[in-house]
């Protein structure tokens, strides 16, 4: 089918997305194709135009956060039919490789080709400019429609709007499942989470649904740090060192049980700032992306090893896109966890460099493409 698409054509170099005419092909074997109600605007696409994350091939439709219903199936899909409203998963989860069958779905091995530019079967879905065209994640949300592997496709309540919904394709669980999961957060636990834009935002909300005691967002957008306390952060400051002297009065000097990196673009700098915080046996959960080919970190590292803390990478937050998908819808439906208060604003697709610039300019915490019926 004829569509328009969001398109890098050289990624890194900051050129802006084209929008564009694109054709997409049907579905095929394990495939199924969603019309899109939105997508997300998340800061990992444009980690693919600035080159913190290099790509193999160009061009590439962007995009990896989206919600809406399927239309077609293709041969060898059992479990979703047409009709069915579904949130996009940016990482597949196959069920039935070893990380999957073992509680590690978010490193499903299916994972590991989300950004070769391709279709899992090594071949493309879209094409422009007689070009075949790869899809951020295997998905590529930045176009109404979506030709995804069934393997990225999670079914979830009709009820729930596909508006708010599609930020449970990434930003939401990577943020909440940060706090719940990756940092096995505790009853009473004071904590200090980095960088509150659409990922850290959740992990102010996992933070909350964990019971810790203190929640301290660091950001040094003044937006950012109130919105940060109607999500459920007790404190809110701009800088590192403002964060060190909170935590020191709040825990007599012993520092926070755990520390949540968020921010947009990790550097080496900011581990040794969140090791700094830590207490004893403290656990550092690094969720942001830092640029691929980044080397140089600070690190005390002899204190690191002698207080015993653990420093603890986290993608997709540790969720499990099966379970958490729906599970976070469920939260959302019962009022315990909020979707609409992260959407600032939402754009059209022609749009797309606006809604890019104001991410970097931090006037959002998510910006939200949609689509007309
Ligand atoms: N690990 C994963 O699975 C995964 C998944 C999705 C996104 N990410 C990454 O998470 C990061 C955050 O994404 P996002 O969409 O929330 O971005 P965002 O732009 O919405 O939010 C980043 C926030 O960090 C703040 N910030 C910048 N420097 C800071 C500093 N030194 N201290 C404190 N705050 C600072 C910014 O003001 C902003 O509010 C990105 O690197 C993204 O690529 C990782
Ligand atoms: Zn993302
Ligand atoms: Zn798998």
Not at 16 to 33: F, K, Q, R
Not at 55 to 64: E, F, N, T
Not at 283 to 294: D, K, N, R, S, Y
Request: negative net charge.
């Amino acid at each position: 089918m004829q569509t328009v698409g969001a398109l890098l054509w050289e990624p890194g170099t900051r050129s802006g997305w084209s929008v564009e005419e694109i054709e997409l092909d049907p579905p095929e074997a394990g495939e199924v194709l969603v019309k899109l109600t939105s997508s997300g605007i998340c800061h990992s696409d444009d980690h693919l135009d600035t080159g913190d994350i290099p790509l193999p091939w160009a061009p590439i439709l962007g995009g990896h956060e989206g919600a809406g219903v399927v239309t077609e199936v293709g041969p060898e899909v059992h479990d979703l039919a047409e009709g069915d409203h579904v949130v996009l998963s940016f990482l597949p989860s196959c069920g039935r490789c070893r990380m999957c069958v073992s509680g590690r779905a978010n490193m499903c091995d299916l994972g590991a080709g989300v950004l070769a530019g391709r279709a899992p079967d090594g071949t493309h879905r879209i094409h422009a400019r007689g070009k075949g065209v790869g899809a951020m994640s295997y998905l590529g949300t930045f176009a109404p429609y979506v030709v995804a592997p069934a393997a990225a496709v999670v079914k979830i309540d009709p009820e729930i709007p596909l508006m708010p919904a599609s930020l449970i394709g990434c930003g939401v669980p990577t943020g909440w499942g940060s706090s719940v999961y990756a940092a096995d957060m505790q009853l009473g636990d004071t904590v200090v989470i980095f960088g509150t834009g659409g990922v850290g935002m959740n992990a102010v909300q996992g933070a909350v649904h964990r019971g810790a005691k203190n929640i301290v967002a660091v950001d040094p957008v003044e937006f950012k740090r109130d919105k940060a306390k109607e999500f459920g952060a007790t404190h809110a400051v701009a800088t590192h060192a403002e964060a060190a002297g909170l935590v020191e009065q709040m825990t007599n000097g012993q520092g926070a049980d755990r520390v949540i990196i968020t921010v947009d673009v990790a550097r080496g700098e900011i581990v040794e700032q969140a090791n700094q915080l830590t207490r004893r046996g403290g656990v550092i959960v690094l969720t942001a992306a830092a640029p691929v080919l980044q080397r140089d970190v600070q690190f005390d590292l002899f204190t690191f090893a002698m207080s015993g803390k653990r420093l603890q990478g986290s993608l997709y937050g540790t969720t499990q896109s099966r379970n958490d998908i729906p599970l976070i819808a469920d939260l959302y439906k019962r009022g315990q966890l909020e979707l609409d208060e992260l959407i600032t604003r939402t754009y059209r697709l022609e749009d797309i460099n606006e809604a890019f610039a104001d991410l970097r300019d931090g006037r959002n915490l998510r910006g939200v493409i949609v689509y007309d019926d």
